[in-house]
């Protein structure tokens, strides 16, 4: 079994910045992607940001050039900078891993709990 473990959720004054990490443990053989997605109250679960194991990034137009994502391979660990933070942005942010748990397995996705991100005055 594999387990995701966000933190680094919290308020935050509009302009501010914050940092969300994510770590994979458990039953990991390759890690193939970790991203982020968010969910507001009355919204989809939008993907805001992904990394892959050769650090090809992708980001959503709602966040690019604001949020940047990054991994620690060694510790199965990413992270996502939020700076410029607006209202908007308010969500419970979630973390995902692909992950392969054995050489030859079939990558499955692993969520975490979420994480509270609140952008107010």
């Known amino acids: 079994q594999v387990r995701i473990v966000e933190s680094g959720g919290g308020l935050v004054q509009p302009g501010g910045s914050l940092r969300l990490s994510c770590v994979a443990s458990?039953?990991?053989?390759?890690?193939?992607?970790m991203g982020w997605y968010r969910q507001a109250p009355g919204k989809q679960r939008e993907l805001i940001a992904r990394?892959?194991?050769?650090?090809?990034?992708y980001y959503a137009d709602s966040v690019k050039g604001r949020f940047t994502i990054s991994r620690d391979n060694t510790k199965n660990t990413v992270f996502l900078q939020m700076n410029s933070l607006k209202p908007e942005d308010t969500a419970v942010y979630l973390c995902?891993?692909?992950?392969?748990?054995?050489?030859?397995?079939?990558?499955?996705?692993?969520w975490g709990q979420g994480t509270q991100v609140t952008v107010s005055s």
């Open positions: 995902y891993a692909d992950v392969a748990s054995q050489r030859g397995w079939v990558p499955t996705d692993y």
């Open positions: 458990g039953s990991i053989f390759n890690i193939y992607s």
């Open positions: 990394i892959t194991s050769d650090d090809s990034t």
